[in-house]
């Protein structure tokens, strides 16, 4: 796989040397585009644009600061630094880069991160005339993330700090972030809304959670190497503009999106959650965490708020299924009976099971283990759906049935 001194090998681009020397001054420049300044250190200069968010900014309906990430977010990410640390120790960050296979061969050659800086939240976003830059861009990004000691990314376990790693082991800087407490939103926006929205990129959850639009300035994220690879080969900056701005929602989406999710976990019921999958997906959560009780209350909330017939049977089956963790069996006989009553088959089956192991009642057994077959022979099913629950349905009939005949003789 090429390299980038490959790609603009290929494209006639001379890069630096050892020596971070800049190239000659762009037209337009990027100082003449973006508010930003030079920024000098030991390992060379480096361009840095900074914009800051006052507490009355929203990111649509979310504010991107926030109180510490509550302890359940930190119990699913299984590290309890993260609920123990001050929203100023957070780093938000995501990198724009020279390709997306990673390994050696990929720069990153914008990186933003933004964090709370005297009661504001202040965004910085590194830039790369030129591939020589990359060691004073590294050095100038630790910096800023020096005072901090968590990460906050979207897919960044993935990709973002892989990359940053390696490239900081290029370079023999030691990494900012080693021993960070790691935040990755992608996973748990995943657990919220992949049973709802079609996707889960960042961009279509801050149109469709967050409520925010990104305006016309933006450049999309396929575009962007190719942009970077024009700036080295002609010097003109016009086109980073869009970049910048891309590179500047996806950082401020991240820290408003962690907001609106703490907020969604703190109270579920302050009717930011409208629509019942989304109780249905919090429920889950909440019941991989062990904490039964709101789980159940978060499944009721979603049945209640309706639901399609398929998403109807999942949810009613998963909160019948934690009424028994309960030890709720009088719940859980009610709820199978409304899905019973529904022709949902599965409900039929775990009735039967219900008065088989539990109530001693083989009559009852016998009874729901019938209709469940009556209505796996005449549902419109797919044939293997049919074969697996007729399979099931005829096992339990057959031990049902020798126990009646047991009961009669003796």
């Known amino acids: ?23 000659k001054p762009a037209s337009p420049s990027l100082e003449s585009i973006l508010a930003g300044t030079f920024r000098s250190n030991p390992l060379g200069e480096v361009f840095v644009a900074e914009k800051s968010y006052g507490a009355e900014y929203f990111h649509g309906n979310a504010s991107p600061f926030s109180a510490s990430p509550p302890a359940l977010i930190a119990e699913w990410a299984k590290d309890a630094r993260i609920s123990n640390l001050e929203f100023s ?25 933004a964090r709370l800086i005297d009661g504001k939240f202040v965004l910085r976003q590194f830039f790369m005339r030129d591939p020589a830059e990359e060691a004073a861009l590294l050095e100038e990004l630790a910096n800023f993330l020096a005072p901090c000691e968590a990460l906050v990314t979207f897919n960044g376990k993935s990709f973002d700090a892989p990359l940053l790693t390696t490239r900081y082991s290029l370079h023999h800087i030691p990494l900012p972030f080693k021993g960070y407490a790691h935040l990755d939103l992608l996973p748990l926006a995943r657990r919220l809304w992949r ?28 575009e962007i190497p190719w942009l970077y690879f024009d700036y080295l080969r002609t010097g003109h900056a016009d086109p980073l503009a869009g970049v910048f701005y891309h590179n500047a929602m996806d950082v401020v989406a991240m820290a408003a999106l962690l907001n609106h999710v703490g907020e969604l976990l703190a109270d ?19 019941e991989d965490l062990k904490r039964w009780d709101e789980a159940a209350r978060l499944y009721e909330r979603g049945l209640e708020l309706g639901l399609a017939e398929a998403d109807f049977s999942v949810a009613l089956r998963r909160l019948s299924s934690l009424q028994k963790k309960r030890g709720d069996i009088n719940r859980a006989v009610r709820l199978w009976q409304e899905a019973a009553a529904k022709n949902h088959i599965y409900a039929h089956i775990e009735l039967a099971k219900h008065f088989e192991h539990h109530a001693r009642n083989l009559k009852a057994a016998l009874k729901w283990a019938r209709l469940a077959r009556e209505l796996a022979e005449q549902a419109d099913l797919p044939n293997y759906i049919r074969k697996h629950w007729l399979a099931e349905i005829d096992h339990r009939l057959a031990r049902l049935e020798r126990k009646a005949v047991y009961n009669q003789k003796t």
């Open 268 to 286: 579920p019921y302050n009717g930011r959650v409208t629509h019942g999958l989304d109780f249905i997906a919090l429920g889950k959560l909440f």
């Open 195 to 222: 049973d709802r929205l079609p996707s889960r990129a960042l961009k279509y959850l801050e149109e469709h959670i967050l409520e925010f639009q990104r305006t016309s300035e933006e450049t999309p994220g396929y």
């Open 1 to 23: 796989m090429s390299s980038l001194a490959d790609k603009l090998k290929a494209l006639g681009v001379k890069t630096g040397s050892s020596l971070p020397t800049p190239p």
């Open 89 to 113: 120790q957070f780093a938000f960050l995501d990198t724009e880069t020279s390709g997306l296979s990673g390994g050696t061969g990929t720069y990153a050659f914008l990186v933003g991160a």
